[in-house]
């Protein structure tokens, strides 16, 4: 069988094709008889050929992950889930096959942490240079998803720290040298993760085998030193350790000695960070006292300091004052008689246990009762896996400390939902920026704020670690005071831009609002109330009636375009239109004219003339002009480059008469229709906006013929406008503009 090569902690693919991936929930999981074996045996036949890229065997990994998640408090169904995460691989629909065996909770667990796997491969892969340079800048954006997908299922946690342990383990047994990158990220981002959570057992241990692989000269040269006077170092200390162990039950206190072990990494920090020789480290020297109670370990330590000679500044009560992870301890160094320095550490059964496996020893949530996490008292639930949580936040901090000179991780902080859930914010971000994180709803609502169940100002900036409760109101929307930078408002990019969307929303609901109404209004007194206002919005180039009405708002559009499409076409356009009645023989009256051209055309020689614009060529002054005497309709008034007018004249030359505009034409107002030919790409807004032009130049629109056809240009649009002018010449002027109308390719009188 091929062996499937995988990634070195687990699983590289994080889903195939049709997993969906679910956000897990924090229960734990449930109990269900004989998990472990029931996992395992689900999972052998996938994995038991398999290896990683370590060449470990998959199933000997998931056994050691699962032995070590034992050794540290790990519940059976805890051990279960690191068989299933290996499963994830080799199914086509992991999160409905192991649902359906196991729960959902299982299913979430399992491709939550197989993701993860993955993500960190990928940073792992792409950073490995920086890292090996010690650049902060490497394990920013790592850290951020370990701790974004820690938040959504803390579990993953334990299995992730297990299964990098199991990794180091392996390739120290069987001496094989681990990728820089992989021991780089163990030392500097698991082996912290563990501390902060208070996982000792794995926290010295992933730290001296990830130095082992970093730096292994000065490894070796370390664990010489410690070698090389074992022997009799060893029965100094256990002669030190049953003297006073004996020494403090004789004295009426009841407390167990016990020898520590020498942690190489730890040493080589405390030489280099002091700049100290091997001999003047107090770690290479050092006792353990576990006392019954409190009261015992004071006692203890005052026994302590006056059996042997205290060094000064080297005490430290991490009881009174536990440090940030809940580890509690006292902590002194002392001299025999010989001037031998020894470091001994007091403390209690219960935190013992606590500093050796911390948040493992009580995982489970809803097993955590009073006892809480990290030395932090829980009353309940809640209380426990906020206390995780913040454990996770302190752990991103610590990485920022040097970081945070460079700007790495300054630029943001995480705070806690109500529901305990991590939410990723600006730094300096307040309530209302955490609200709009949450939803829109809930920022446009947001009316006050608790922070760790104190009300504060909303302008309050939030610090890590923080749980953030918002107060909102059950409708309105935001202030503009939020907008206001000096008042302190708002953070994030995400909110001011959700705010202005509102505030922007408000505006034009109230222009859509004033232009609705100038539009009814002017329907009421066109008679057209019965008119679809969308039906008017289509015909006057607009997708929606709301667009219509938002430009009118605007005063974008004039009303009178859409008079002039409301009103019907004027009797000109018919056969008959536009008929002069003119004497030759009544120069005093022909002056008089009206709207039409009555009485502005003079027949030459004759007496008097019914005379009509030719509808063809529609002539208006100063045109050259001349007459054809049609059959019972008088004269015919044509351009004199009408074809129409070419044709008939060629055919009977003896109809065709002189005629001229009269000489009062302008001076009487009259105004001509004459039809202009547009030609544009076809576009949202066209008729509108060539229509807005002839209103604006104050030339009444009589008449519209629009055609559409979509060709290789993308669409071309054919326009024909009828519209009055008192000049031909002023329609030129007008034209240069509508040529200016985007799209436009040609405007033309026909």
């Known amino acids: 069988m091929k062996s499937n090569v995988l990634g070195p902690d687990g699983p590289t693919d994080p889903q195939r094709p049709n997993a969906s991936i679910v956000t897990a929930t924090a229960d734990s999981l449930p109990d269900q008889p004989n998990a472990l074996?029931?996992?395992?045996?689900?999972?052998?036949?996938?994995?038991?050929?398999?290896?990683?890229?370590?060449?470990?065997?998959?199933?000997?990994?998931?056994?050691?992950?699962?032995?070590?998640?034992?050794?540290?408090?790990?519940?059976?169904?805890?051990q279960a889930a690191t068989y299933l995460v290996h499963a994830c691989q080799h199914l086509t629909k992991p999160q409905e096959v192991i649902a359906k065996a196991f729960g959902a909770n299982y299913a979430a667990l399992a491709i939550e942490t197989t993701k993860l796997v993955h993500v960190q491969r990928q940073a792992r892969t792409a950073d490995a240079k920086a890292q090996l340079l010690d650049d902060p800048a490497a394990q920013t954006e790592n850290v951020r998803k370990m701790l974004l997908a820690f938040s959504r299922d803390l579990r993953v946690v334990m299995l992730r720290l297990a299964s990098r342990l199991q990794t180091l383990r392996h390739y120290a047994a069987t001496r094989q040298s681990a990728p820089p990158a992989l021991a780089h990220e163990s030392l500097h981002v698991f082996a912290p993760l563990a501390n902060r959570l208070g996982i000792w057992q794995i926290k010295w241990e992933m730290e001296d085998l990830a130095f082992r692989f970093l730096e292994p000269d000065t490894y070796k040269h370390t664990a010489r030193l410690l070698d090389e006077k074992r022997v009799e170092r060893e029965g100094f200390m256990e002669s030190l350790r049953a003297q006073l162990e004996r020494e403090l039950n004789q004295n009426g206190i009841a407390a167990l000695v016990q020898g520590r072990p020498k942690h190489i990494y730890s040493i080589v920090k405390k030489m280099r960070g002091k700049s100290l020789g091997f001999d003047q480290v107090f770690d290479i020297r050092a006792l353990r006292v576990i006392a019954a109670d409190i009261n015992g370990c004071y006692a203890a330590l005052g026994f302590v300091h006056s059996r042997f000679t205290p060094v000064a500044g080297e005490f430290d009560d991490y009881i009174a004052k536990p440090k940030s992870n809940g580890y509690q301890s006292l902590h002194t160094v002392v001299r025999d008689e010989a001037g031998r320095a020894v470091e001994i550490q007091i403390?209690?059964?219960?935190?013992?246990?606590?500093?050796?496996?911390?948040?493992?020893?009580?995982?489970?949530?809803?097993?955590?009762?009073?006892?809480?996490?990290?030395?932090?008292?829980?009353?309940?639930?809640?209380?426990?896996?906020?206390?995780?949580?913040?454990?996770?936040?302190?752990?991103?901090?610590?990485?920022?400390?040097?970081?945070?000179?460079?700007?790495?991780?300054?630029?943001?902080?995480?705070?806690?939902?109500?529901?305990?859930?991590?939410?990723?914010?600006p730094q300096g971000a307040t309530a209302v920026d955490f609200a709009y994180s949450v939803h829109t709803s809930l920022g446009h609502r947001c009316r006050g704020a608790r922070i760790d169940g104190a009300m504060v100002p909303l302008n309050t900036p939030l610090q890590n670690g923080q749980t953030v409760e918002v107060v909102t109101a059950k409708e309105g929307g935001p202030s503009r005071d939020w907008l206001n930078p000096e008042l302190g408002f708002l953070a994030s990019h995400?909110?001011?831009?959700?705010?202005?969307?509102?505030?922007?929303?408000?505006?034009?609901?109230?222009?859509?609002?004033?232009?609705?109404?100038?539009?009814?209004?002017?329907?009421?007194?066109?008679?057209?109330?019965?008119?679809?206002?969308?039906?008017?919005?289509?015909?006057?180039?607009?997708?929606?009636?709301?667009?219509?009405?938002?430009?009118?708002?605007?005063?974008?559009?004039?009303?009178?375009?859409?008079?002039?499409?409301?009103?019907?076409?004027?009797?000109?356009?018919?056969?008959?239109?536009?008929?002069?009645?003119?004497?030759?023989?009544?120069?005093?009256?022909?002056?008089?004219?009206?709207?039409?051209?009555?009485?502005?055309?003079?027949?030459?020689?004759?007496?008097?003339?019914?005379?009509?614009?030719?509808?063809?060529?529609?002539?208006?002054p100063p045109d050259e002009i001349l007459g054809f005497v049609t059959k019972g309709k008088g004269v015919s008034i044509h351009r004199s480059d009408c074809s129409n007018f070419r044709n008939m004249a060629s055919g009977s030359p003896d109809r065709v008469i002189e005629v001229q505009w009269s000489s009062s034409k302008t001076a009487d107002g009259s105004v001509y229709p004459v039809d202009v030919a547009v030609e544009a790409a076809d576009r949202q807004g066209l008729l509108r906006d060539i229509s807005e032009v002839f209103a604006k130049e104050k030339m009444n629109v009589i008449g519209v013929q629009t055609q559409s056809v979509k060709d290789n240009r993308g669409g071309t649009a054919w326009m024909t406008f009828t519209v009055e002018v008192a000049q031909s010449g002023r329609l030129n002027q007008v034209l240069g503009l509508v040529a200016e109308v985007a799209g436009v390719r040609s405007a033309r009188r026909r």
């Open 347 to 425: 403390r209690t059964q219960a935190m013992h246990d606590h500093a050796e496996h911390g948040v493992a020893a009580h995982w489970a949530y809803k097993e955590a009762g009073t006892k809480g996490y990290s030395g932090v008292s829980a009353s309940s639930e809640y209380d426990a896996k906020i206390a995780v949580l913040r454990q996770l936040l302190a752990w991103e901090r610590d990485l920022s400390g040097p970081a945070a000179r460079q700007g790495l991780f300054e630029d943001r902080i995480y705070v806690l939902t109500p529901d305990a859930a991590i939410v990723e914010l």
């Open 37 to 78: 074996a029931r996992a395992r045996a689900f999972a052998e036949p996938l994995i038991a050929g398999e290896t990683l890229d370590t060449g470990e065997n998959i199933l000997a990994h998931a056994d050691a992950v699962a032995a070590i998640l034992k050794g540290i408090g790990g519940s059976e169904a805890m």
């Open 494 to 620: 995400r909110a001011k831009s959700k705010v202005r969307a509102w505030f922007n929303a408000l505006a034009m609901e109230q222009t859509v609002a004033k232009g609705r109404e100038a539009v009814e209004k002017l329907l009421q007194r066109e008679g057209k109330t019965a008119m679809k206002l969308d039906d008017l919005a289509l015909q006057l180039g607009f997708k929606t009636a709301d667009d219509l009405f938002e430009v009118v708002g605007k005063d974008e559009l004039s009303l009178r375009t859409i008079e002039n499409m409301l009103r019907p076409p004027e009797p000109v356009l018919s056969q008959d239109d536009y008929v002069l009645a003119k004497k030759a023989r009544q120069p005093d009256k022909s002056s008089q004219s009206g709207k039409g051209g009555k009485g502005s055309v003079l027949v030459v020689g004759i007496d008097s003339l019914l005379t009509q614009l030719a509808k063809c060529c529609k002539p208006a």
